[in-house]
């Protein structure tokens, strides 16, 4: 009886310093790596990194590990800041119309499985333009499932008949007593609101389910059922009712446009990033850049083959988009334009594999230094826009001692060739996530 009591006195005293141990934010020392800081066009070569808890200790050529800590051994790999896409739709995983009907639940396990699949293509940080991504976020936050960290706008708000609008022609808007908002939502991409009290409320509501920021939708789109390319969604007054929404919540408005007209009425209203722009003429890029307007172009999403659902009129707007990204990019060098690194892959989970393709296809305009910086320390300028509505308050998208330790691990040199980053499985050696060790593959 005796020697057993003491067995279970020893096996609790056990299990109680193990949980202590646990409890102790993990150390991890990464050597021998080469490290692409998120700025610098060079690398630095034969670095240690150490994390401590979530953030990077310190960076030095040698470094001895503190008694406990992990050690990955880099073995001369390239070791990056975690990449950052500015303009996803993590819950738009679907065809539209499937989207009306799939169960809520088949979609939100859709969002995790697709955080997850982000992850580990290296990106972990997204900037979610439109959809219902906050509760997904507090999960992965919580620790329960694997995925990036997310900036989130909610839905979209949009006009009847605008981009977002993909309701049947004989559906009667709200206020002709068509259904409610939710009913109209599309599981939360987009949000319908016309008129100043209307648009004022929508934005409110975003705020409400815990918006980081706020998404408009003031062009005609790509993947639009009504609103041809050429024209200006909201009015002036729309426009500023949310901005000055916004400006009073200490954040800022994205849109989604593409002309001249749209984005002139944008700038003007005083938005702060707009979202694809392809069919602008060099002076309104230039306004943007004299603005410090951040231009959030994508390459991918128009050069890749259009999704298979989308209709044919689709696919000659997106051909049209893609007639204009020369163009787009070109006046953005040459007004250095603040250009984010942006895919807004959308409605199907095979079809955002090529995500990374946004990598390669932006070396007909950038150089590989260039487009790197776009995806870590150039998007992560974008993010602070959220003031103190920022999730994730600390450094992000940069290899520097106090910044938040999200790092990649890479095999082969992406400064030299970006075509190392198309086969995620292969070569991210090591994913890390807010000091955490998501994928190790290097030992
Ligand atoms: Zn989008």
């Known amino acids: 009886m005796k020697f057993h009591n003491l067995i279970w006195s020893l096996l609790i005293s056990f299990l109680f310093v193990g949980s202590i141990l646990a409890q102790k934010p993990v150390t991890t020392l990464i050597t021998n790596a080469n490290i692409f800081d998120g700025k610098s066009e060079q690398l630095i070569t034969g670095q240690s990194v150490l994390v401590e808890g979530n953030l990077i200790k310190k960076i030095a050529p040698s470094i001895k590990a503190p008694k406990g800590a992990e050690v990955i051994d880099a073995k001369g790999a390239t070791l990056t800041p975690g990449f950052i896409d500015a303009h996803t739709h ?14 809520l639940d088949y979609q939100y396990a ?8 982000t992850l580990m293509r290296g990106f972990t940080t997204i900037r979610d ?34 981009h977002g609008d993909f309701r049947a022609p004989s559906v009667a808007p709200r206020m002709m007593g068509g259904p409610s908002e939710t009913e109209a939502e599309t599981a939360g991409l987009v949000m319908f609101a016309d008129g100043v009290p209307e648009v004022l409320t929508a934005s409110r509501m975003q705020f409400r389910k815990g918006a980081h920021f706020l998404k408009l939708f003031v062009g005609g789109a790509v993947s639009g059922m009504y609103d041809p390319l050429d024209i200006a969604e909201y009015s002036m007054e729309e426009l500023k009712a949310a901005v000055g929404e916004a400006e009073r919540w200490n954040t800022y408005v994205a849109v989604h446009t593409y002309t001249d007209g749209s984005t002139r009425m944008a700038i003007e209203a005083g938005v702060k990033s707009l979202e694809h722009c392809n069919l602008l003429e060099e002076e309104t890029v230039k306004l943007a850049a004299e603005k410090d307007v951040f231009i959030s172009a994508q390459a991918a999403l128009f050069m890749n083959p259009a999704p298979p659902s989308f209709t044919p009129a689709q696919v000659e707007r997106q051909q049209m988009a893609k007639e204009g990204l020369d163009k787009l990019m070109k006046a953005c ?9 942006g895919t807004d892959m959308v409605a199907s989970m095979e079809s955002k594999k090529a995500q990374v393709t946004e990598f390669t296809l932006r070396k007909d305009w950038f150089t590989n230094a ?41 095999k082969g040199n992406p400064l030299e060739k970006l075509e190392v980053l198309l086969e995620p ?8 996530k807010d000091g955490k060790v998501f994928k190790n593959i290097i030992k």
């Open 333 to 341: 060098k040459k007004y250095n334009a603040k250009v984010l690194f």
């Open 370 to 410: 260039q487009i790197l910086k776009q995806a870590t320390s150039g998007n992560a300028e974008a993010l602070e826009l959220s003031g103190p509505r920022n999730p994730y308050p600390g450094k992000l998208g940069v290899i520097e001692e106090g910044a938040f330790a999200d790092i990649l691990l890479i």
């Open 90 to 103: 993590l819950a738009w995983n679907l065809g539209v119309s499937e989207h009306f009907y799939a169960p």
């Open 129 to 162: 333009v439109g959809g219902q991504v906050v509760g997904t976020k507090r999960a992965i936050d919580e620790g329960y499932f694997p995925g990036p960290r997310i900036y989130s706008s909610c839905a979209a708000i949009g006009m009847t008949t605008g």
């Open 425 to 432: 499985e292969k070569n991210l050696l090591v994913i890390m």
């Open 110 to 117: 859709l969002n995790l499985a697709e955080a997850e699949n």
